[in-house]
Every structure is written in C-alpha cells, then in structure tokens.
C-alpha cells in the first residue's frame, strides 16, 4: 500500500508519497510528472517515514546539511537504479551537470 501526505517547504506545496519500506516519491505542487508513479490506490495517512523525511526537510531548507538520511525505497528499471546511486553520490551543496551525469553513467554502464 502507497500512503501520501504534504509537506509546507518554502518553494511550495510537496507530495511526499511512501510505502513499507520508506519514501517513494517527492512532488513539487505543480510540476511535470505529478505523483506519475502514484498508484491509483493510495491513502492520505501520517505514516512514521514522513516524519523522518519532514524533519530532514526541515533541517535542509533551514540551510543546514541533515545527518542522517531517512528511509528511501527506489522503485524503478535498472538504469533509473544506477542513475540514482549516481546522484546520491553529489556531495551536501555540489552540483553536477546532465552532461557530466551522462558521462560517468556512460563509464559505469559500457555494455550500453
């Protein structure tokens, strides 16, 4: 079962959606591909991983870097997989480019 619930950040409205294993999904109100990997049956209930994710939320738009990382259940093909491990890679207050991204994937992943 997907459980769903929103977060007040201070560039708008967030969907954070979760099951068993911890958070699946992380929406700005408005943006593209809204809730897209939502199941159609979910249930607006407080599950205990978003108080975890609110309160890494919390310390990351204070400015500050969160020391614990809450519960994330990555749900997706092998290349969304190797992705993101990529971008859990950037270190706190980094950033990289898709290019640079596209380029240690395509180191990663020679086969393709």
């Known amino acids: 079962m997907q459980?769903?619930?929103?977060?007040?950040?201070p560039l708008g409205e967030i969907l954070l959606a979760a099951d068993e294993a911890g958070l699946i999904?992380?929406?700005?109100?408005?943006?593209?591909?809204?809730?897209?990997?939502?199941?159609?049956?979910?249930e607006e209930r407080n599950v205990p991983v978003f108080d975890v994710v609110k309160?890494?939320?919390?310390?990351?738009?204070s400015g500050h870097e969160?020391?614990?990382?809450?519960?994330?259940?990555?749900i997706g093909s092998e290349f969304r997989q190797q992705v993101w491990?990529?971008?859990?890679?950037?270190?706190?207050?980094?950033?990289?480019?898709?290019?640079?991204?596209?380029?240690?994937?395509?180191?990663e992943r020679p086969e393709v």
């Open 3 to 9: 459980y769903i619930t929103t977060y007040q950040s």
């Open 25 to 42: 999904g992380l929406w700005f109100d408005g943006e593209k591909f809204y809730a897209d990997s939502l199941d159609p049956e979910h």
């Open 55 to 61: 309160k890494w939320l919390d310390i990351y738009f």
């Open 66 to 74: 969160p020391d614990f990382m809450p519960p994330v259940h990555m």
């Open 85 to 107: 491990k990529i971008l859990r890679e950037i270190p706190y207050g980094e950033t990289i480019t898709y290019g640079a991204l596209a380029k240690r994937l395509a180191r």
